[in-house]
């Protein structure tokens, strides 16, 4: 299939239910608010762990910082997934890290040719551009809901100012990356590092390390309180945290903030 194909063949949701992987359910919709809206109002109404909300345009779709997400029909890969889980906030805290992490795994096999990379937490950048971005919210205790926007087939998609910067797999790749291919690679790697994580939480970061873009590279980062930081990023913790040091020589471990990678050194 390529892009203009609407809901994943039954070929696709057998294998997502059957795996055996994480999904136990799969909803699709041509159009919809939020995935991640929509998952939420299901947990809360009871859904079970593992429902996989898709949709081919998502009108008030979210990523991080609040910025609005939205893809034309037929180019991207929309999707939110329920995870029931009763760990810790320091060990869920790394779960957007591990989904990031994820992708980039899943979809490095289809863009022959092109570095995959990540800029922490979890946006996918593909021979340096943004195509993909990752929002992991708690809408309820031990209620997750992981939302994924992957830009698959881009190609002659006008692009407001905004997002200049952004690219698709298709546009990296040597050739069409199919969406379908990448559904169920996704949950297979998903499926994956979250089995290891509920073993050993840490125990994707070295692998999460080595493919961060964002190490060694001099960043501003903008955080929640309004304050900018510039510096380095050094490290990232084993609570998942960016080890950034500032041009005041003074070293500071952040959790959230929107990053802006500058240089590297």
Not at 1 to 24: C, I, K, N, Y
Not at 185 to 210: G, I, K, N, T
Request: charged share 25%; with cysteine.
């Amino acid at each position: 299939m390529g892009r203009g194909d609407a809901a994943p063949g039954g070929h696709v949701l057998q294998r997502l239910v059957t795996g055996p992987t994480l999904v136990s359910r799969v909803a699709w919709y041509d159009r919809i608010g939020s995935t991640n809206a929509e998952v939420a109002r299901r947990a809360a109404e009871g859904a079970d762990d593992g429902l996989l909300v898709l949709a081919d345009e998502p009108t008030t779709g979210r990523g991080r910082q609040g910025r609005s997400w939205s893809a034309p029909p037929g180019t991207s890969l929309m999707g939110s997934l329920l995870l029931r889980t009763d760990r810790d906030l320091a060990q869920v805290a790394l779960l957007p890290l591990l989904a990031g992490l994820a992708l980039a795994e899943a979809a490095e096999p289809l863009v022959s040719g092109a570095e995959l990379s990540l800029k922490w937490p979890n946006d996918l950048l593909a021979d340096g551009g943004k195509c993909a971005g990752i929002l992991v919210e708690a809408p309820a205790p031990g209620v997750l809901v992981v939302g994924v926007g992957v830009n698959v087939d881009w190609r002659g998609v006008e692009r407001p100012e905004a997002l200049a910067g952004a690219t698709s797999l298709s546009e990296v790749g040597r050739g069409p990356v199919d969406r379908w291919r990448l559904l169920p690679a996704l949950v297979e790697r998903l499926d994956h590092r979250y089995a290891r994580w509920r073993v050993d939480p840490a125990d994707f970061l070295p692998a999460y390390r080595e493919r961060c873009a964002t190490l060694g590279c001099e960043v501003r980062v903008e955080q929640a309180d309004g304050t900018v930081l510039v510096g380095t990023a050094t490290g990232v913790t084993d609570g998942g945290a960016l080890v950034v040091q500032a041009d005041t020589s003074a070293t500071v471990e952040l959790r959230a903030g929107d990053v802006h990678h500058l240089r590297h050194r």
